[in-house]
């Protein structure tokens, strides 16, 4: 079991650029989340999905896309990229809505640029 | 007042020596709640669930304190390696996967 990945791990772009981060979990989980992380701010959920073809909003939303089109992997679209963009970004699934006794499991995290 | 809080430290104690920290939450109504811990550049991973009755798992020991609205931490015999980040994390309901949150985390390090 990989369990959660995430691709790439490193990636710098410039404003205005696109790109897509990839999550894959092998451990047949219905939730999936997209959480950024700054300094001094903890995490943030950007967006979430509860099983496939199935996506929502969380708390940060604004610049992002996400796709959810095969239960094991869940994509996260950046458009047109900001600095603001600039973070660590981490992927998690858990087998049943998280909390209570559905742990969440981590990705290892993707390092964002943007210059 | 931010709904869930933490002293980022960093708390700097001696090997062996027992540590605590606290997180405060302001929905009174929250539902569950966990301690994760977070290396220095790597992914959060749980370390444990914190239920109402209080728990423990070897030198570890959560608990839950409503009436005054936080959680906490106990440490002992602490270890060179359990230097980390440690992550507060309460869900204000079952219902959504939304509200989840995360605390800025509670930097630990830990001096031979």
């Known amino acids: 079991n990989a369990g959660v990945t995430q691709t790439p791990k490193f990636r710098v772009l410039k404003t205005g650029q696109s790109m897509t981060l990839l999550c894959a979990q092998d451990?047949?989980?219905?939730?999936m989340y997209w959480y950024r992380q700054d300094p001094g701010m903890g995490l943030r959920l950007i967006h979430y999905?509860?099983?496939?073809?199935?996506?929502a909003k969380g708390e940060v939303p604004d610049g992002y896309n996400v796709s959810r089109l095969k239960k094991q992997n869940f994509l996260l679209g950046l458009e047109s990229a900001a600095p603001s963009q600039t973070s660590v970004y981490f992927c998690?699934?858990?087998?049943?809505?998280?909390?209570?006794?559905?742990?969440?499991?981590f990705g290892p995290g993707t390092r964002l640029t943007v210059l | 007042r931010k709904e869930v809080e933490q002293d980022p430290g960093p708390f700097n104690v001696p090997e062996g020596a027992t540590v605590a920290f606290n997180c405060t939450y302001s929905?009174?109504?929250?539902?569950?709640f966990f301690w994760y811990r977070q290396d220095c550049r790597k992914e959060p991973k749980l370390l444990m669930s914190?239920?109402?009755s209080g728990n423990e798992d070897g030198r570890f020991t959560a608990q839950l304190n409503r009436a005054s609205q936080y959680i906490s931490l106990l440490i002992r015999d602490s270890k060179l390696s359990d230097s980390a980040t440690y992550l507060c994390?309460?869900?204000?309901?079952?219902?959504?996967?939304?509200?989840?949150?995360f605390g800025s985390g509670t930097r630990l390090s830990i001096r031979p």
């Open positions: 998690a699934s858990s087998l049943g809505l998280a909390g209570g006794r559905n742990t969440q499991y």
């Open positions: 451990m047949n989980h219905e939730y």
């Open positions: 999905s509860v099983g496939e073809g199935t996506t």
């Open positions: 929905n009174s109504a929250s539902q569950s």
């Open positions: 914190v239920y109402s």
């Open positions: 994390v309460v869900n204000p309901r079952y219902s959504s996967a939304s509200k989840i949150i």
